[in-house]
């Protein structure tokens, strides 16, 4: 399965509008637009934390499947530090990267953005995934 089928496949990855922006080589950039559906404090306007991390552990999958040979994945561990509110209205856009991979898992590095200096958060996880298997 490719990066961009598994986000289609995700009903809660569509329901949250998130794209796929960039992918390739172990690396993933995916976004979702503000929506008041999600925020979490009606007074501010500020998207829930669980919004942003389904985006963040979506972004870690999609750079674990786009790294060479993996066909599927599943997150075993996902420890997100939230740095700040996500700006209402703006756009929150994911990065993440494989900065280790083993025989079965990936260990990826993401953050979160929406424009201002500081990051919206940071997270760290770890990945089982399965490989092609060689033809010989």
Same mark, same amino acid.
């Given at each position: 399965?490719?990066?961009?089928?598994?986000?289609?496949?995700?009903?809660?990855?569509?329901?949250?509008?998130?794209?796929?922006?960039?992918?390739?080589?172990?690396?993933?950039?995916?976004?979702?637009?503000?929506?008041?559906?999600?925020?979490?404090?009606?007074?501010?306007?500020?998207?829930?934390?669980?919004? $942003?991390? @389904?985006?963040?552990?979506?972004? !870690?999958?999609?750079? %674990?499947?786009?790294?060479? +040979? /993996?066909? #599927?994945? =599943?997150?075993?561990?996902?420890?997100?530090?939230?740095?700040?509110?996500?700006?209402?209205?703006?756009?929150?856009?994911?990065?993440?990267?494989?900065?280790?991979?083993?025989?079965?898992?990936?260990? $990826?590095? @993401?953050?979160?953005?929406?424009? !201002?200096?500081?990051? %919206?958060?940071?997270?760290? +996880? /770890?990945? #089982?995934? =399965?490989?092609?298997?060689?033809?010989?």
């Amino acid at each position: 399965m490719n990066a961009q089928n598994f986000i289609n496949a995700l009903p809660f990855a569509k329901a949250l509008e998130m794209r796929l922006d960039s992918i390739g080589e172990g690396r993933a950039e995916i976004s979702m637009p503000w929506d008041a559906r999600f925020v979490g404090d009606p007074v501010t306007g500020v998207i829930h934390g669980g919004a $942003v991390s @389904a985006l963040m552990d979506t972004c !870690g999958g999609a750079a %674990v499947l786009s790294y060479p +040979g /993996a066909t #599927t994945t =599943a997150t075993i561990d996902l420890r997100i530090d939230y740095m700040r509110a996500a700006s209402p209205g703006a756009r929150i856009v994911a990065r993440a990267d494989c900065y280790h991979v083993t025989r079965n898992v990936a260990f $990826v590095r @993401a953050t979160a953005h929406d424009g !201002g200096d500081t990051p %919206v958060a940071m997270a760290t +996880g /770890a990945f #089982t995934f =399965a490989a092609r298997e060689e033809t010989a």
